[in-house]
């Protein structure tokens, strides 16, 4: 079965919206790697400052290897959209906490 990492990300309200272009701005950039399954950004609507990120990989391995790689540049490692000489822009989120599952069941919508 599949593996879901869930990246737990504390954004102050000034920031969500700065959060959210961002990764629309990226859009695309994890779906075209090998043992990626699926991605939602989730905002928070009741009381907190906790946005989601959900995704699912075919395995451990398949997260790693996009880690080391494509995923440096998505979380940091790169330079890409970082503005003059290279600077990154300051973080939209104040805390992250990586979060990983392993999926045991799962099930989708009956089929008529």
């Not at 290897?65 to 290279?86: E, I, M, S, T, Y």
Request: no cysteine; glycine share 12%.
């Amino acid at each position: 079965m599949s593996i879901v990492k869930i990246n737990v990300l504390t954004v102050p309200e000034e920031q969500r919206e700065t959060l959210e272009k961002r990764f629309a701005a990226r859009a695309g950039a994890v779906e075209g790697s090998d043992g990626f399954e699926w991605f939602e950004l989730l905002r928070p609507v009741e009381g907190t400052d906790t946005y989601l990120v959900y995704t699912r990989w075919r395995s451990e391995e398949d997260f790693q290897r996009w880690l080391a790689g494509r995923g440096q540049a998505a979380h940091g490692g790169g330079a890409q959209g970082g503005g003059a000489q290279g600077h990154r822009p300051k973080p939209a989120a104040t805390d992250a906490t990586l979060w990983s599952f392993e999926v045991v069941q799962q099930t989708g919508p009956k089929q008529a």
